[in-house]
């Protein structure tokens, strides 16, 4: 069992940065592959970047890539996503989430088996 607790979101202008960390309980965090997901109102949940155990392998959405970066700390439990150059698209709750599978970047929903409870990230034009 893991438990993840997200942070660090808030409001911010366009063009401005956040960095979300989540943190993660028990010992086994590096059993886990990470990712983070967002959801804007009315619409689906989706991936914006995934990592595997030992950060070897990442995989962005393509609307992040080049703003958003995706890290982890195994040694402190925790997965950040660092987002600059913020667009007021980007609005949405963020969610981290880990999946049994550390070697795999997972970039399915489904594919995660444990979900934090979100943190709101509002970007104003």
């Known amino acids: 069992q893991v438990q993840l607790v997200e942070s660090g979101g808030g409001l911010v202008q366009a063009g401005g940065s956040l960095r979300l960390s989540c943190a993660a309980s028990g010992r086994t965090f590096s059993s886990y592959g990470m990712g983070w997901f967002r959801q804007a109102p009315g619409k689906e949940r989706e991936l914006v970047a995934a990592l595997s155990w030992n950060s070897g392998t990442k995989r962005y959405a393509d609307f992040v890539k080049g703003r958003f970066t995706i890290s982890r700390s195994n040694a402190k439990n925790t997965v950040y996503l660092q987002m600059n150059s913020l667009k007021p698209e980007d609005t949405a709750v963020y969610y981290c989430?880990?999946?049994?599978?550390?070697?795999?970047?997972?970039?399915?929903?489904?594919?995660?088996?444990?979900w934090g409870q979100g943190t709101q990230v509002t970007v104003s034009s």
């Open positions: 989430a880990a999946a049994r599978d550390p070697y795999a970047v997972r970039i399915k929903i489904d594919e995660y088996n444990y």
